[in-house]
């Protein structure tokens, strides 16, 4: 099954709750999409919602080790693992 086209159109205009709401119902409907897996987890990083683009990210390349996921995954993970000492030590 295709994805609606409108998503990306709402994400690309910072619509991005109605884009989780289209995501989601896809996603309800169609549990192994990872292209809608993926981009919900684009959604949810732009709303701040680190953890759950996370997951979704992981799920995404789960079923599509090759799809940009993959590389959305270890980028997230990269980021979370960040430590910087000396801003803990002014």
């Known amino acids: 099954m295709c ?3 409108n998503i990306s159109s709402l994400i690309k205009n910072n619509d991005l709750e109605e884009a989780l709401v289209l995501l989601d119902e896809f996603i309800a409907a169609n549990p192994d ?16 919602e680190r953890s759950r683009a996370t997951s979704d ?3 995404s390349a789960a079923i599509d080790p ?21 801003l803990l030590n002014p």
Do not use: C, S, T
Request: aromatic share 14%; glycine share 6%.
């Open 57 to 59: 990210y992981a799920a």
């Open 33 to 48: 999409h990872a292209e809608a897996l993926f981009l919900r987890g684009k959604v949810w990083w732009r709303m701040g």
């Open 66 to 86: 090759a799809g940009p996921a993959a590389k959305a995954l270890e980028q997230a993970r990269d980021i979370a693992d960040f430590f910087n000492p000396d």
């Open 3 to 5: 994805l609606n086209p």
